[in-house]
């Protein structure tokens, strides 16, 4: 049997205190909009006891795999188990957990053989229990929410965060109010909310009108709010960065590539990165790079156009509308690890974004469109040389491919370029389609459409 628990009486948990990441101002509470109280910017956790205690990274690794054979809720959750590097809690009944983390990471073999770069991994963040990786950010985000005595969360979203809040609201008996952006959304992602029982506004507007929106109601009602903003979601998705490491078996990757939008989660993984580098978990920090869509290039341009000293916003406008935003609310913490990590930004256009869907698809694994911005990304960082085919690659996916079906069959069809979009590149993509086929019901014209599959296999080159 293994042990029910497993306790570290020799590591203590972490303190936290709010900074705000502008004028440095430290403090034990956050305002209901998060924002610092002095200059307004963005507030992060950080964990003054770190210096004092003495973490020792030996220990701290061996105590996280021991808790891998742990049965206890605590320990199950793939978020909690590295709770050393977390705001620490009083005890471990007042987590809301969902069994989140815990994701696989693939070896991607087709994929490797396109780019050209063997040793290419996909850490599978969409196999999360909502499927995407906001549930490793909501199960901290939302414990707290309740530890703060709130009856309603909130959230702006393009599909992703209204699901998985929803769902921690509902596991912790608190009320969910959802903002999205009318038509927007997937209806996969927006059916979740309604199942998880939030309530569900569809706003006229786009996620950035959604989030402004948020952003004046907390500091008029009780909601707690629960975007990335919020810097419990950060301190939870940092856990993504410790588990990819601990199942590299701490030897980190040369780059790490994630897709844009908000940049919540590429800060909370390159803060991740840094913290593990500075406690001696990991002997270098790999590059972290961020790929957006070409419509929705807020950090592309405000690296390029203001040399990431002041926010570029754009209309944002992308089918993979996860990270369909203009004006992302952690640009300048998303500059900063940019910067620490040595990682590039990348744009890349509609047919290189579903071209790599569909060809992760291939893999077995399949995600959602913005995940695949990754591997479109990583295509171009190989051609511009900064990534270089001997080195190792992480791509981190971040939405499961169910939660955008109409994108994938609109694909698969040939529906979803069907106006200006240059003929050549769109050609490139027919191979890739598997439409489905409508049949008479009789052996013979299955037999047929069996043979004919066969042929074009042969075919093709
Ligand atoms: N991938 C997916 C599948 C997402 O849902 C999001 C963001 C991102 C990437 C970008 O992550 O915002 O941290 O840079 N979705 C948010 C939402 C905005 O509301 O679901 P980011």
Redesign the pocket.
């Known amino acids: 049997m293994p042990p029910s628990t497993t306790s570290a009486p020799a590591v203590r948990p972490a303190s936290f205190r709010f900074r705000c990441i502008a004028c440095g101002d430290l403090s034990d509470r956050a305002a209901q909009n998060f924002r610092c109280a002095h200059c307004g910017d963005l507030l992060e956790i950080v964990y003054p006891d770190w210096k004092e205690v003495s973490l020792d990274p030996a220990r701290l690794k061996s105590i996280w795999g021991e808790r891998r054979l742990s049965q206890s809720p605590i320990d199950l959750s793939g978020v909690w188990r590295f709770r050393e590097l977390l705001p620490s809690l009083d005890n471990s009944d007042q987590v809301i957990t969902l069994r989140e983390g815990n994701t696989p990471l693939y070896e991607l073999p087709q994929c490797a053989r396109i780019t050209g770069v063997p040793r290419l991994f996909a850490k599978h963040q969409?196999l999360n229990p909502t499927g995407?990786?906001?549930d490793a950010g909501m199960t901290v985000a939302a414990t707290f929410a309740r530890l703060a005595g709130f009856r309603w969360v909130a959230?702006?979203?393009?599909?992703?965060?209204?699901?998985?809040m929803a769902a921690y609201a509902a596991r912790g008996g608190m009320r969910s109010l959802v903002l999205v952006p009318e038509g927007k959304i997937s209806w996969s992602?927006l059916s979740q909310a309604l199942d998880y029982g939030a309530v569900t506004c569809q706003l006229r507007t786009d996620?950035d009108g959604c989030l402004r929106l948020l952003q004046e109601l907390v500091l008029r009602a009780p909601v707690y709010q629960l975007?990335?903003i919020n810097p419990f979601r950060l301190e939870g998705?940092k856990t993504l960065a410790l588990e990819l490491l601990e199942q590299l078996d701490w030897q980190p990757p040369d780059h790490i590539i994630?897709?844009?939008?908000?940049?919540?989660?590429?800060?909370?993984i390159g803060k991740a990165l840094l913290e593990m580098h500075d406690l001696g978990l990991i002997p270098r920090l790999p590059k972290l790079s961020v790929i957006q869509a070409e419509g929705a290039n807020a950090l592309v341009r405000t690296l390029r156009e203001a040399g990431g000293k002041r926010l570029v916003n754009v209309q944002a406008e992308t089918r993979a509308t996860?990270?369909r935003?203009g004006n992302?609310a952690?640009w300048k913490k998303a500059v900063h690890v940019l910067e620490a990590t040595g990682g590039a930004c990348e744009q890349v256009s509609e047919i290189e974004i579903a071209q790599a869907k569909a060809e992760i698809g291939a893999e077995g694994i399949g995600c959602?469109p913005?995940?695949a911005v990754t591997l479109a990304g990583l295509k171009k960082l190989l051609k511009q040389g900064f990534v270089k085919p001997e080195e190792s690659v992480v791509l981190v996916l971040?939405?499961n491919l169910l939660?955008d079906p109409d994108f994938t069959m609109e694909f698969h069809r040939g529906d979803l370029f069907k106006d200006g979009v240059d003929e050549k590149a769109s050609a490139a993509l027919r191979p890739l389609r598997h439409p489905p086929i409508i049949l008479d019901a009789t052996l013979d014209a299955v037999i047929r459409t069996l043979e004919q599959a066969e042929r074009e296999q042969a075919e093709r080159p």
Do not use: Y
């Open positions: 969409g995407s990786f906001k959230c702006a979203s393009t599909g992703n965060t209204s699901a998985s992602k996620f975007n990335s998705q994630v897709p844009g939008g908000n940049l919540g989660n590429s800060s909370a996860a990270i935003i992302p952690s959602e913005a995940s971040t939405g939660k």
